[in-house]
């Protein structure tokens, strides 16, 4: 079975206090099989306030369209640095036209911070 791996950093930093202090980035990393498709939201260090028993709802803005809700869904590890985005499936066809992308997060004692996307040619390519 094959794997395909996309990945983009983002444009902009958010400048977290104590413990983290630090500019954090953040990543937008996309997985496909015959099996599945993924959409991972990653920053650097911190902490994601998305948990599955809250219900969590990540806003997302393609281009200059309305923000959309996606599900957020924590990592089987718990890695509170990582969100899931469902369904995925959406993402990816918005994500594949869109000039930019903004994801809005909130984050445990930095509040919610947006990180930018501009996806291109330049990005990182499909990893197999």
Request: glycine content about 6%; proline content about 5%; some cysteine.
């Amino acid at each position: 079975m094959t794997t395909k791996w996309a990945e983009i950093g983002s444009t902009n930093s958010h400048y977290f206090g104590f413990p983290y202090k630090g500019d954090v980035y953040g990543h937008l990393s996309m997985r496909t099989s015959s099996k599945s498709r993924d959409v991972m939201m990653i920053i650097d260090k911190g902490q994601i306030m998305c948990h599955s028993f809250m219900n969590c709802r990540i806003e997302v803005r393609f281009d200059d369209a309305p923000p959309q809700k996606f599900r957020g869904i924590e990592p089987a590890d718990n890695d509170s640095s990582v969100v899931f985005l469902e369904p995925a499936s959406k993402f990816m066809a918005k994500a594949a036209k869109a000039k930019t992308i903004r994801v809005a997060l909130t984050i445990y004692q930095e509040g919610t911070r947006i990180f930018v996307f501009e996806p291109s040619s330049e990005a990182s390519p499909a990893k197999e």
